[in-house]
């Protein structure tokens, strides 16, 4: 089965015809300024228009009322650009209704960024900058430079993580480039201070050449207490994750691939628990053998997960592929050593649990009727998964995705924030695998025996439980790992 998805997926990799009604998302949310007529059935002509319209009416405020007329802003949710221009035009035709003006209420969030410093210390008086600041600040500096140890407690390093990328893999957008990727890298420095407290900063940088890229971190790393690589393509992400760690005295953490993996097998534990499977004796699909497949299929076998068998463009994986070449061939050999060839719904066959971490529509639904009885699946490709997440139920006991109006939303935001709060606490100088199950175990432990059902497997991402628990089974696994983490002085000095 063919993995080009272009007929149907537009530039944006957004469904070119997507559905209306229901799958409005305040991604599309406007907000009209208009002028009404005085009649006062003007408003509920109004709200009808956008409803007809397919859009979802989110708020009416009046502006100013006049004896001819309202000024109204109408603020409404749609499926996507076209449709919310679909709104406007509806609009548009009312009679006695004239257009103002229309904002995107995504971009109005965006303007100027969406990240600022603030100073901790206060700054109101001579002797707060004094010491802030020079001359005091010299003492400081000169006890670092005897202490080096010490940078992590007495600077901003103990709590900064640089979220790095090349632009070269967005999520559903693909290589856009370092400036466009900037949103989507100051979102995640933001989310890293709501869930956890961690001051992270968008590090976007102009190459895509890996010895470029690793030198530029390497000499920028003084600064930061760990580094989050994010949207870099594969294989090249391999190459520099590899590199780092094996440089660095701090964290190095590739959320696309692992973060993802903590997540997913989180998920896959609670998901067999409530259909009474063992991990160690279910047969596991994976589509997708990019940088989270890789990872998600390594993180699996180190859990104990028996069978495991990779699909990708070229079909099953197989060492036996001509094709296949570096992280691809490697996959194949740790996963299908037989050399089963054929397309996804023959892999699917006899199988327990599909995970999709490729491409949207890939796969029909009728094909999951090739696996066993009480499947698990999760299709996790954004913003289009592989199958029908709701169509999917007909043929699943369970079935999560990364979409967030459906229950069991694997969401990465679960992992990194608790993942990075852990290594940071612990003065963690490396992450292994050990510390990426601990997560894992921890994460799936949030849902309690009595909350667990086929629609309850993964806590929600506003659940403060869930970084706590990731965070201190991080840290725990940090500090019994002899090695893994930064010498801690005992000098009471200041």
């Known amino acids: 089965m063919s993995t080009d998805t272009s007929a149907n997926v537009t530039a944006l990799g957004e469904p070119a015809t997507p559905p209306r009604g229901?799958?409005?998302?305040?991604?599309?949310?406007?907000?009209?300024?208009?002028?009404?007529?005085?009649?006062?059935a003007s408003i509920g002509r109004i709200a009808t228009a956008v409803g007809s319209a397919g859009g979802a009416v989110t708020a009416i405020d009046v502006v100013d009322s006049r004896p001819d007329g309202l000024t109204v802003d109408v603020t409404c949710s749609a499926a996507d650009a076209a449709h919310s221009e679909e709104m406007v035009q509806a609009l548009r035709d009312l009679p006695g209704v004239k257009v103002r003006k229309v904002s995107d209420r995504t971009f109005l969030l965006h303007l100027g960024g969406k990240l600022e410093i603030a100073s901790r210390v206060p700054l109101k008086t001579r002797d707060?900058?004094?010491?802030?600041?020079?001359?005091?600040?010299?003492?400081?500096?000169?006890?670092?430079?005897?202490?080096?140890e010490d940078v992590r407690r007495l600077t901003i390093k103990g709590n900064t993580v640089?979220?790095?990328?090349?632009?070269?893999?967005?999520?559903?957008?693909?290589n856009i480039g370092p400036g466009a990727a900037m949103p989507v890298m100051e979102g995640k420095a933001a989310l890293f201070k709501r869930f956890a407290d961690?001051?992270?900063?968008?590090i976007c940088l102009d190459?895509?050449?890996?010895?470029?890229?690793?030198?530029?971190?390497?000499?920028?790393?003084?600064?930061?207490?760990?580094?989050?690589?994010?949207?870099?393509?594969?294989?090249?992400?391999f190459e520099i994750e590899a590199r780092l760690r094996e440089k660095l005295d701090i964290p190095v953490f590739h959320d696309d691939q692992h973060g993802t993996a903590i997540v997913a097998l989180a998920a896959l534990r609670n998901a067999l628990r409530v259909v009474d499977k063992e991990l160690g004796e279910v047969k596991v699909v994976v589509a997708g053998g990019?940088?989270?497949?890789?990872?998600?299929?390594s993180l699996l076998l180190e859990a104990g997960v028996g069978s495991v068998l990779v699909w990708d463009r070229e079909g099953i994986l197989s060492p036996d592929d001509?094709?296949?070449?570096?992280?691809?061939?490697?996959?194949?050999r740790r996963t299908n050593p037989a050399g089963e060839r054929g397309e996804l719904p023959q892999a699917l066959t006899g199988a327990d649990v599909f995970i999709g971490v490729s491409a949207g529509n890939i796969l029909p639904v009728e094909a999951l009727a090739n696996m066993n009885e009480r499947a698990v699946v999760f299709?996790?490709?954004?913003?289009?998964?592989e199958v029908d997440p709701v169509r999917a139920r007909q043929y699943a006991a369970v079935v999560a995705s990364g979409r967030s109006d459906l229950p069991n939303q694997i969401n990465n935001v679960l992992a990194f924030p608790g993942v990075f709060r852990g290594l940071l606490d612990a003065r963690a100088t490396e992450i292994s695998t050990g510390m990426l199950l601990a997560a894992a175990d921890a994460l799936a432990a949030v849902v309690r025996d009595d909350q667990l059902n086929a629609n309850y497997i993964i806590p929600s991402v506003f659940d403060p439980a869930a970084t706590e628990a990731v965070a201190h089974a991080v840290a725990d696994q940090a500090r019994h790992e002899p090695g893994a983490t930064a010498e801690v002085t005992d000098r009471t000095s200041f």
């Not at 010491?131 to 005897?146: I, W």
């Not at 640089?162 to 693909?174: E, I, N």
């Not at 990019?290 to 299929?297: D, E, F, H, P, S």
């Not at 001509?322 to 194949?332: D, F, H």
């Open 290 to 297: 990019g940088a989270a497949g890789t990872a998600i299929v």
């Open 128 to 148: 707060d900058l004094s010491m802030a600041y020079t001359p005091g600040v010299a003492r400081v500096c000169m006890a670092l430079a005897e202490h080096p």
């Open 22 to 40: 229901p799958v409005t998302s305040a991604s599309y949310s406007i907000t009209v300024r208009l002028t009404a007529d005085g009649d006062p």
């Open 207 to 237: 190459t895509q050449d890996v010895d470029e890229i690793v030198r530029t971190v390497e000499l920028i790393a003084p600064g930061f207490g760990g580094i989050n690589l994010e949207d870099i393509a594969a294989p090249r992400c």
């Open 322 to 332: 001509e094709r296949l070449s570096g992280a691809k061939l490697e996959l194949a």
């Open 162 to 174: 640089a979220v790095v990328t090349d632009g070269s893999a967005v999520l559903g957008l693909g």
């Open 379 to 385: 299709p996790m490709a954004n913003p289009t998964p």
């Open 198 to 202: 961690i001051d992270a900063w968008p």
